[in-house]
Nanobody, 116 residues
Framework: QVQLVESGGGLVQPGGSLRLSCAASGSIFSINVMGWYRQGPGKQRELVARIFSGGTTNYADSVKGRFTISRDNAKNTVYLQMNSLKPEDTAVYYC??????????WGQGTQVTVSS
């Protein structure tokens, strides 16, 4: 089991930036993929970005060029740098990890609100 603790959400104006962090603990040796999903009001949860243990990254088309995912394996932490934020980025952002035995663990979620 992997425990995840997120931080960094908040209220930001359109065009602004935020950085989300997610620290993992527990069975960290089994982590393969780390990433972020989000769920906006009245929307389904969607994948935002993910990073594999080897460094490969994937992004949703809606955030390409604006968001950057990174991973510090020494700190067992994944980051999501979000720039040029738009109102449609407003959502609860959930950190997740996929282990080598295909188990998914989730963080508690952090609210990101983009509004003037």
């Amino acid at each position: 089991q992997v425990q995840l603790v997120e931080s960094g959400g908040g209220l930001v104006q359109p065009g602004g930036s935020l950085r989300l962090s997610c620290a993992a603990s527990g069975s960290i040796f089994s982590i393969n993929v780390m990433g972020w999903y989000r769920q906006g009001p009245g929307k389904q949860r969607e994948l935002v970005a993910r990073i594999f243990s080897g460094g490969t990254t994937n992004y949703a088309d809606s955030v390409k060029g604006r968001f950057t995912i990174s991973r510090d394996n020494a700190k067992n932490t994944v980051y999501l740098q979000m720039n040029s934020l738009k109102p449609e980025d407003t959502a609860v952002y959930y950190c997740y990890v996929l282990t080598t035995n295909y188990v998914t663990n989730w963080g508690q979620g952090t609210q990101v609100t983009v509004s003037s």
